[in-house]
């Protein structure tokens, strides 16, 4: 559309006359690009629908194929093919939440369905999950027992039996120091005590409330009730969680934590995350696991409002500088455990952090304000935060890669469990092979002085299961450092190895990198067991750590699901007197709260079932959990691979071991047993037992 001209407009005016030729030309060529603009507009109009319908060029479709749309998602990273996981119910709600793969109640699921399958019996769920508060109460804070639609939460306020006194405050923050600071170096220890000493405002009364102070007190509750024996369990009721249970203690004080908290939602301070973060801490401790993931998403969104994420201003004190370092640090490597435990994705990117890692030298421990100093030449009270980070970071790479290749190899098999394919689970374990010679770096690095001490010629951080060598005149926050280390060490790399325990039998001419990850990850589990059981008889350093006690289920998960899936190989025995130690080390923490009972229960139930099936196959020296169908797997060799990362299978000699040709070890169908599905393909169960047709509604296994 041209602009309007009239023949007055053409004539030369007075301003015309007037107006420089140069001007006149400058005008006239203004004009015209308003012209073109207005039909650049008007093509513009005219076009949007067909360019709506058709997309650019870079976006077209080739000409082989159909016009397609943008799809944003493609855009942004193609979908992947994940492993699907499982839907199930873990708490006292019948609703139903996702856990992935690589969670033990995934792995929890598959042992379910192969007892279902190998017993000809419905075995359920709850029956492999110890009783815990959370399949007891709605929250940490619920009054009493029951649905949580009937029973709701509490809103009384605590009654005289639970306040405490300041001298009863001064006791459990005196734990405080002892425990969880040496570990968890989120909170500067001379800030905080000025913080609590201002908050009694006059002699004879209670002091102010305080977010953290109540947080703080409430995990501390957790801890050292749990020293004290239950003298009212009876061997009927040692198993039932009541609301005096050490796992719930402090909850008032938990509850009026958040309560406060409420109020910092839109003006956040480093105060607080710390509460976020030790509040993780609690309802994991609590067993409230879904809880404690949504308050780990609340608590990355609150340090990234701070601005955590990112390198601090250089004109912080370096001591203010090196604790934001820690306190995003912490966060992050206890979200990553949590979502590498539970297989859920992450909230926390490393893509999105610029912050460097915290440093971990002599001066900054002096200038921390800590009683704990140095020990050693290269080793400060520091060095542990910034040897867990790095381990985290170690095995979230090879969690991340392992889990992408899965991703990879299922969307190339269109399938959507690495169980039906023997040449898929065995591509995924040499890539597992690569992988974790990042975890053997970590290993490699870590200073002497962090290593827990073996006796004679063990070696620290092995699975050779050498008695630890306490040192006598050591610090005691120096030994929990130790000991901690090494077992979240073998829990991350037992997690990593435990998909290739595998409840059928492979067909493939070389399944050796699959075998020895199984055998890897068992031997992982024994070593977390074999040190429980010492500490725990020799010393009290674990005594109340109910994170040690969660590590030792998981530990005792691996063990009874290697025994079930190889009821015959030379592991088999060593793995079998682990159990036995694993159930002393659940009744040494069933003294003094009930989900560790409970556990010990639970084990020896299902250890009763692997005993008979152990006893079954070796009558005949024949074992193959699955009958064959076109995704059965063929003959599963034994071998006395490598059993760890630079470690050699040391149970080649186990007295256990039968003396049976591994050839014809698993070439036995279980015809005797009447079985008519495979345990491992879970995308299409369909059970044929007579009677059995629900035995897996508890279980609802994700599918296309």
Not at 12 to 18: K, R
Not at 362 to 371: D, I
Request: with cysteine; net charge negative.
């Amino acid at each position: 559309m041209a602009l309007p001209k009239c023949e007055q407009c053409l004539q030369p005016s007075g301003l015309d006359q007037l107006t420089p030729p140069r001007e006149i030309q400058r005008l006239q060529s203004h004009v015209r690009d308003l012209e073109q603009q207005l039909q650049r507009q008007d093509l513009s109009a005219n076009s949007t629908a067909t360019y709506l319908a058709t997309p650019p060029a870079s976006f077209a479709a080739s000409p082989a194929s159909p016009a397609t749309r943008l799809d944003p998602l493609k855009e942004h990273g193609s979908p992947k093919k994940y492993w699907e996981g499982i839907y199930t119910s873990t708490a006292q709600s019948h609703h139903t939440q996702y856990y992935g793969p690589a969670s033990s109640f995934y792995f929890i699921g598959r042992m379910s369905s192969y007892l279902a399958m190998a017993l000809q019996q419905p075995h359920s769920d709850h029956h492999m999950q110890p009783n815990s508060a959370s399949r007891s109460f709605a929250t940490p804070t619920s009054p009493k027992r029951g649905p949580p639609d009937e029973m709701g939460v509490s809103t009384d306020g605590p009654t005289a039996a639970d306040t405490l006194t300041g001298t009863q405050e001064d006791y459990f923050l005196g734990l405080f120091w002892q425990s969880y600071h040496c570990v968890l170096q989120i909170i500067d220890e001379i800030e905080f005590k000025e913080h609590y000493k201002s908050l009694w405002v006059a002699p004879g009364k209670s002091r102010k409330p305080s977010a953290l102070v109540d947080i703080v007190l409430a995990l501390c509750m957790q801890y050292g009730v749990a020293f004290v024996p239950r003298s009212d369990a009876t061997q009927q009721t040692q198993a039932d969680v009541g609301s005096n249970d050490a796992t719930i203690a402090g909850r008032w004080l938990y509850r009026r934590s958040q309560t406060l908290l409420s109020a910092e939602l839109e003006s956040p301070s480093l105060m607080t995350l710390q509460c976020h973060i030790l509040a993780v801490y609690y309802l994991c401790n609590a067993s409230f696991q879904n809880m404690a993931h949504s308050t780990l998403a609340v608590a990355v969104r609150t340090a990234q409002i701070l601005g955590l994420h990112l390198e601090p201003p250089e004109s912080m004190p370096r001591k203010s500088k090196e604790l934001r370092r820690r306190l995003w640090w912490t966060l992050f490597t206890v979200e990553s455990k949590t979502c590498m435990k539970l297989g859920r994705p992450w909230s926390a990117q490393i893509s999105e952090a610029s912050c460097s890692l915290p440093a971990d030298d002599h001066e900054l421990a002096l200038l921390s304000g800590s009683s704990f100093v140095t020990f050693g030449d290269n080793v400060t009270w520091h060095s542990y935060s910034l040897q867990n980070i790095k381990l985290i970071l170690a095995a979230r790479a090879v969690y991340v890669s392992f889990h992408d290749k899965c991703a990879e190899v299922l969307a190339a098999k269109d399938g959507m469990t690495l169980y039906s394919d023997p040449h898929a689970l065995e591509a995924c374990a040499q890539f597992l092979s690569a992988g974790m010679k990042c975890l053997q770096s970590w290993r490699n690095d870590v200073p002497d002085g962090l290593k827990a001490k073996r006796k004679a010629s063990g070696e620290s951080l092995s699975t050779d299961r050498s008695l630890l060598d306490l040192e006598l005149y050591a610090p005691m926050w120096l030994h929990r450092q130790q000991l901690l280390l090494e077992l979240l060490y073998h829990n991350l790399a037992m997690n990593l190895y435990r998909p290739f325990i595998a409840f059928t039998s492979p067909s493939s001419s070389n399944l050796q990198p699959a075998c020895d990850h199984a055998t890897a990850c068992v031997n992982h589990a024994m070593s977390i067991t074999y040190i429980m059981h010492q500490i725990l008889m020799e010393t009290d350093m674990l005594r109340g750590w109910h994170e040690a006690f969660q590590w030792q289920w998981n530990a005792t998960l691996s063990l009874i699901g290697y025994v079930l899936a190889y009821p015959l190989t030379p592991s088999t025995a060593s793995a079998r007197q682990a159990i036995d130690r694993a159930i002393e080390v659940f009744e040494t923490f069933g003294r003094n709260f009930a989900i560790a009972a409970s556990a010990a229960n639970v084990t020896r139930d299902l250890t009763a079932k692997a005993d008979l099936l152990i006893h079954h196959f070796s009558g005949n020296g024949m074992i193959t959990p699955a009958t064959p169908s076109s995704n059965d797997f063929g003959p599963l060799q034994t071998h006395n691979g490598p059993s760890d990362i630079g470690d050699e299978v040391n149970d080649a000699n186990a007295p256990f071991a039968l003396d049976v040709e591994p050839s014809a070890m698993y070439q036995n169908t279980m015809s005797e047993m009447d079985l008519a599905f495979t345990v491992d393909s879970f995308n299409s169960f369909e059970p044929t037992l007579s009677g059995s047709s629900n035995m897996f509604n508890m279980w609802n296994f994700s599918h296309d």
